[in-house]
């Protein structure tokens, strides 16, 4: 485990990844559960014309004609220097605003998965209308590539009927939850736990994963952006802001609510299949920190995507995964990452439906930073 900067600790395989991160910390070990999370960027700029109408008929033109061949930027990801947080100092305002410290009680350990009733449940259940089934888990990836510094590792042993399995599941390639005791910052967890009194050699002695014990359902929600803007998937370093989640809401029918588990599709793993792994962790599409106070006022429970949530690079000065600092260590929100959504949106087109029951079941890990796990969508 080393420390690079002020606050940030990590995994030493790939400390190389993590020299500007300043502020936001990740809790290292060793061992299996280490993490590895940070970024690089490529923007997207747009010339398009002045005036907003003759834009949005230009797009539409060239959409027709079948020449949109990459993303076509939203007009808020034009000018991303406009949007808070911008540094550490507008971070550091943002996370006051939205951090659930106290909410629950001085000693809570479920964070915004306190959100979830028997009520809330009960009509999670009831969108199981087909009864058909998606998986979100990709298949564990067991080749090492630019995405996948630590593959897992399967080993048959006696006379090939046992095996062993062996994974370092936090970073950009396997699916898997986030417990709250993973990501730090400025010395604490969720709740304002010191982090001495967390992060242990023997786990984490508060906020382990093991509190998801009995498991989640609630109501998953899909947020196809892609599709919104009529790509097969979005380039990475693309930021997804408050108006193009609105957007999908607008197009989809449907408004995010209390409980609601969201996940965010860039097409990570379609763009992946059509032109190779790259380093996520130095380039990914994903969600702009700006979406925070939106996510509280809307009372989202979990949030996932099929990378690591953030935007990467980060356009937060000073701050490698603010998206992850926000919501995981401010809010107490599990975060769902690297998911499989191609399937699920397939699935969701062709029922024309984006809400469904989500289950999550993650390893009962005590003192676990996160688990991997095989989250399933049922229609």
Known sequence: MGRI?????????RAAAHRHAVRAEYPGQSRRSSTALQGGHRSIRSSVDRCAIVTRAIVVALFLAGALSQVA???SAQAPASRAPRNAEEFEVVFQQVKNWGRWGANDQ????????????KRAIALAKTGESVSLSHNLITDKADDNASPFEHTMLGANNMDKYGVSYHG??????????HILYKGQTYNGYPTADVNTPAGCVKLGIENLKQGVITRGVLIDIPLLRGVPYLEPGTAIYVEDIEAWETKAGIRIGPGDAILLRTGRWARRDKVGAWNVGRNAAGFHASIAPWIKARGVAFVGSDAAQDVVPSMVEGLALPVHTLLLTGMGINLLDNQDLESLAVTALRLKRWSFMLTIAPLAVKGGTGSPANILATF
Request: net charge neutral.
């Open 73 to 75: 930027p939203s007009t």
């Open 5 to 13: 900067g002020r606050h940030v600790l990590f995994d030493r395989p």
């Open 110 to 121: 479920l964070g915004s998965a306190n959100l979830l009733t028997a009520e809330t449940r």
């Open 172 to 181: 950009y390639a396997h699916s898997h939850i986030d417990g709250l005791c």
